[in-house]
């Protein structure tokens, strides 16, 4: 059973951190993308960070770049995103999914992906 199982969210008053973990099973992982995406309440949802595991690249959303970093821990097939300097602004709800690459996430089409987690809350208090 594919299973991917997001931890580490919470509440955090701005300017604080978290760093959000994505546990993945029941497939391949080596061969797979991993990306973090959100969605906020009355919002569409938004590409965060994307990490291609078949060469190690990274990409992130420009409204988190210099802020947040996305990391891969292949032997745990977990892939993290430490999250600095958080605002209000990035409360939402964070996904995880894996796809066969980063193209998606670069395109901007954020739906699709082949395995998607159940989310974990952020909350920013100002």
């Given at each position: ?53 078949s ?25 993290y ?13 964070y ?32």
């Open positions: 059973e594919v299973q991917l199982v997001e931890s580490g969210g919470g509440l955090v008053q701005a300017g604080g951190s978290l760093r959000l973990s994505c546990a993945a099973s029941g497939f391949t992982f080596d061969d797979y993308a991993i990306g973090w995406y959100r969605q906020a309440p009355g919002k569409e949802r938004e590409g965060v960070s994307c990490f291609s595991n060469d190690g690249s990274t990409y992130y959303g420009d409204s988190v770049k210099g802020r947040f970093t996305i990391s891969s821990d292949n032997a745990k097939n977990t892939v995103l430490q999250m600095n300097s958080l605002t209000p602004e990035d409360t939402a709800v996904y995880c999914a894996a796809d066969t690459s980063c193209g998606g996430f670069l395109l901007g089409f954020y739906y699709g992906m082949d395995y998607w987690g159940k989310g974990t809350l952020v909350t920013v208090s100002s």
